[in-house]
């Protein structure tokens, strides 16, 4: 008998999902009609990328009201300029043009709120054109795994999104681990996933959080697990097998085939030690079964014949 290296292994069962930032539904932000699509099912976007053109009303509004704003602070402006050159050169009111810097101040709080909530659309309201419709962009760099764009349909502000967006070179797995289990993982635990569609393949992992959350129901803890998916092998929504591997630790473990049993106990033969040649019944306290070993928690040490 002799000590040996043992991992402890916890496995688990998951799913894989997309990672939370890394995932995108796109959504009409206003009523309005489709006019163009600049995507295909499978396309890879850029941030900022364009995905489809919307005619709205609202949208319309929002251009007029930026342009008249605009026209009203340079009046403003020019207006304001003139006073004050009346008024260094002797000829001007001083009344007259307090209100005049008032009335600009006000213009400008106008245009800056017109300014405002075009950038809530993601347009620069310089390249604006009156009258033309709204380019929705993606929010995100990754490929187009939902395209529901229908040219010409009319969308309502309330529905659902049209466009999904997803970056999946990486995946989440996430995994339920029982309470009785968290103490025996951390954030440097090995961790090994194996999918339904190619059992006999581990994929490596790394633990990137723990949730500090325990669910009522289940007993059990969420672990986000993340995984390199270069080859589109997880898919979100997949089942998983989650194997975590700890440190190694010193333990004694003997071949299975040598416990015997007696009810509900189980013993050895270990080598009688005082000069007699013979063997005699050791009982064992077994901590667990590691496929052709069992690893004990008691009843034997290093350097004992069985």
Known sequence: VAEEDHYLKLTTFGNAQAITN??????APFSGRITKSFIRLGQRVNTNDPVFEISAPSFS???????????????????????????????????????????????????ENSMASLKVFNVEPETLVLGQPLTVRAPISGEIVENNL?????????????VTIAELSKIWIVGQVKEKDINLINEHTHVQVSLASAPGKMIDGRIVHISEMLDEETRSVK????????????????YVRIQ?????QKVIAIPSTSVFQDEDKSFVFIK?????NGFKKQPIEIAET???????KSGLKASDEI
């Open 223 to 238: 672990v986000f697990i993340e995984c390199a998916n270069a080859y589109r092998t997880s898919k979100p929504g997949m």
């Open 290 to 296: 590691d496929e052709s070993k069992i690893i004990l």
């Open 22 to 27: 890394k995932f995108a539904k796109v959504a």
């Open 244 to 248: 975590f591997k700890n440190v190694p």
């Open 61 to 111: 509004e929002a251009v007029k009201s930026y342009y008249q704003t605009k026209q009203e602070l340079a009046q403003s402006e020019r207006n304001l300029l003139r006073q004050r050159d009346l008024l260094k050169n002797g000829v001007g009111v001083q009344k007259e043009c307090e209100e005049t810097k008032v009335l600009y101040e006000n213009r400008k709080r106008d245009y």
């Open 150 to 162: 229908v040219i010409g349909q009319y969308i309502k502000e309330d529905a659902e999104p049209l």
């Open 272 to 276: 009688i030690k005082t000069g007699k």
